[in-house]
C-alpha cells in the first residue's frame, strides 16, 4: 500500500466508504422488511428501494432460507455489518494512518 | 539459540504485515491485547446469556413444561431476538480468545522475551492459559445436551482415577454425589466465578510492566469484532439433544478450541492423562529454564549523584526501580534502588537521568546513544 494518500488510495478508500455503506443500508432494509413497513419506502428512499429491488433472485432466495430457519436474518444481519465493519476498518486505515514516523533523538547533558 | 529461526520467520511475517497496513495497526503489535478485547466481548455477551440462562437439569424429561438449562439455551437461540447472534459471539470469542493467546505465547516464545526479567508474565501466562481452557470446558457442560452429560461424566471417571484427593474433588465438581440442578448451579458459579478469576490474574501478568498495551486501536477491534460476526454468520452453532439421565451418549463433537483434554481421555487412561498433563504444564512452566544465556547486569545507581527526581522510576519499562527514603547524610528525599532481578539493562532509565547518577555496567552514556543512534538510523 503506498505510504502517500495517492489517486488510487483515494479511490480505493471512497469504494470502502461506498461498500460499507452499502453493507449498512442492506442491514437496515431488513428491519424495514421484518417489521412489515411499506414496500415502497416514501419519497427519497424509493431510488434506493428501486435498487434494492433489482435482486429479486437473491431476494427470493432469502426468502426461501428465512423459511427454513428463522434465525436466518439475524445471519444476515450479522454477515452485513461484519463486511461493513471490515470495509469501514479498511476505510480508517486509510484515512487514519498516521504521516511518516520520525524518531528523534534528544541531544542530552 | 534454537529460536533465532522462529524469531527472523516472526519478524519477516510483522514486515510484511507493516507494507500492508502500516505499524500502526499491524495486529502483531498488540498480540497481548488481543485475547483481551475478545476477553471484553465475553464479559458482555456472558451477560446478556446469563439474564436468560437457568441453571438447573430437571430432569422430568418428559414433561411440556420443562424448564432448564437446554431449554434456557433453546429460548436463547430461537426466540429471543438476536439470541443465536450472542450465543454464537459468546462460543466463538471463547474460541478467538484461546487462538490469540496462543499466538501471543508463540510471538514471546520466538522473540526471545519469556525469560529472565519477564518470567513472572510467562508464569502468570500459563496459568492464565489454562484457566480459560477450564473456563471453556465449563461452558460446555452449562448448554446441557448429551455431549455436556458425557463430558461430565469423563471428567468425573477421570477425577476418580486421582489418588486422595479424586473423590473430594469430585464432590465439589458435582455439588454432591451425583448430578443434580445443584450440579448445574455450580457448572455455572465456577464459569463465572473464575471468568471474574482472570482479571486477577491479569493483574499478576501486567504488574511489572509500566505501560501494558490493554486495547488495540479501533480498527483492529472492527476487524476483530467483524471477523466473529462473519463467522457466527457463517457456522451457526446448535445444541445437541437434551441430556437424559438415562441415556448413555458415546461420541460426542470435539471443539479443538477447548475440548482437546477430553479427546485425550478418549484414548488414554485417566492416570497416564493426568501425567501428561501435568508433564505439559510443568514443561511449559520450565521453558524459560532450559535457554542458558549470561544472567542480565542490571543497572547501578550512582548515590552521591542521585537527587530522587523519580523520573528514572518513571520511564523504567519494567518497574524495577523503586524510590526509597535517601540515607540521613544525603540532602534529599528520596533515593533511587534498582531491583537487580527485574531489571532488563535496557538503558532507558539511564536515558531519563539528567544527573548522570544510574549506569548500565560496562557500558558509557556515549555507547548506550550510539546504539540508539544506530538502531532508529538501520
Ligand atoms: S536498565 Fe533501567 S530502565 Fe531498563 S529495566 Fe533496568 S532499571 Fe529499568
Ligand atoms: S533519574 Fe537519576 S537523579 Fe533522578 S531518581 Fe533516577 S537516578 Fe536519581
Request: hydrophobic share 50%; glycine share 6%.
Amino acid at each position: 500500500m503506498p505510504d502517500d494518500k495517492g489517486p488510487v488510495a483515494k479511490i480505493f478508500c471512497l469504494l470502502t466508504v461506498v461498500f460499507a455503506a452499502g453493507c449498512l443500508l442492506m442491514a437496515l432494509f431488513m428491519p424495514w422488511a421484518e417489521l412489515g413497513l411499506p414496500a415502497t419506502p416514501p419519497g427519497p428512499l424509493q431510488a434506493l428501494a428501486g435498487l434494492y429491488g433489482g435482486g429479486q433472485g437473491l431476494i427470493q432466495a432469502m426468502v426461501r432460507a428465512a423459511q427454513t430457519d428463522k434465525n436466518f436474518p439475524f445471519y444476515v444481519y450479522s454477515s452485513f455489518l461484519g463486511l461493513a465493519m471490515i470495509a469501514g476498518a479498511i476505510a480508517l486505515n486509510f484515512v487514519g494512518r498516521e504521516e511518516t514516523e520520525k524518531t528523534v533523538l534528544p541531544t542530552k547533558k | 539459540m534454537y529460536t533465532k529461526p522462529l524469531n527472523e520467520a516472526t519478524l519477516k511475517l510483522e514486515q510484511g504485515i507493516n507494507a500492508l497496513v502500516s505499524s500502526k495497526y499491524n495486529p502483531f503489535y498488540y498480540h497481548g491485547a488481543l485475547p483481551q478485547f475478545y476477553l471484553w466481548v465475553l464479559y458482555l455477551s456472558g451477560l446478556l446469556l446469563f439474564a436468560y440462562y437457568i441453571p438447573t437439569i430437571d430432569n422430568a424429561y418428559d414433561s411440556d413444561k420443562l424448564i432448564n438449562a437446554w431449554t434456557s439455551v433453546d429460548y436463547i437461540t430461537n426466540h429471543i431476538p438476536f439470541g443465536a447472534i450472542i450465543r454464537g459471539i459468546h462460543r466463538y470469542a471463547g474460541d478467538a480468545m484461546v487462538v490469540t493467546i496462543l499466538l501471543h505465547m508463540l510471538r514471546v516464545w520466538f522473540t526471545d522475551r519469556y525469560r529472565q526479567y519477564r518470567i513472572v508474565e510467562w508464569l502468570s501466562g500459563v496459568v492464565l492459559l489454562a484457566l480459560v481452557l477450564f473456563i471453556g470446558q465449563t461452558g460446555y457442560y452449562l448448554v446441557w445436551d448429551d455431549r455436556s452429560l458425557l463430558l461430565t461424566r469423563m471428567t468425573c471417571s477421570a477425577l476418580d482415577a486421582i489418588p486422595l484427593v479424586g473423590q473430594g474433588i469430585k464432590t465439589w465438581f458435582l455439588n454432591g454425589t451425583e448430578v443434580t440442578n445443584y450440579t448445574m448451579a455450580n457448572f455455572l458459579f465456577i464459569h463465572i466465578g473464575l471468568s471474574f478469576t482472570l482479571l486477577f490474574g491479569l493483574w499478576i501478568h501486567y504488574v511489572r510492566m509500566t505501560r501494558p498495551v490493554l486495547t488495540p486501536p479501533p480498527v483492529i477491534n472492527y476487524i476483530l469484532f467483524a471477523l466473529l460476526l462473519l463467522v457466527v454468520a457463517w457456522f451457526p452453532i446448535e445444541s445437541g439433544k437434551m441430556a437424559d439421565l438415562n441415556a448413555q451418549p458415546t461420541s460426542f463433537e470435539v471443539d479443538w478450541f477447548f475440548l482437546w483434554p477430553y479427546w485425550l481421555l478418549t484414548f488414554m487412561q485417566p492416570a497416564i492423562y493426568w501425567l501428561a498433563l501435568a508433564a505439559g504444564t510443568v514443561v511449559l512452566c520450565l521453558l524459560p529454564y532450559f535457554v542458558r544465556t549470561k544472567p542480565v547486569e542490571p543497572a547501578e545507581v550512582l548515590e552521591k549523584n542521585c537527587t530522587g527526581c523519580s523520573l528514572c522510576a518513571r520511564d523504567c519499562p519494567y518497574q524495577a526501580i523503586v524510590m526509597v527514603p535517601a540515607p540521613v547524610t544525603s540532602r534529599f528525599k528520596l533515593l533511587a534502588v534498582v531491583k537487580p532481578y527485574r531489571c532488563s539493562a535496557c538503558g532507558v532509565c539511564v536515558g531519563a537521568c539528567a544527573f548522570d547518577a544510574i549506569d548500565l555496567p560496562n557500558m558509557l552514556d556515549s555507547d548506550i546513544t550510539a546504539q540508539i543512534k544506530s538502531l532508529a538510523q538501520g
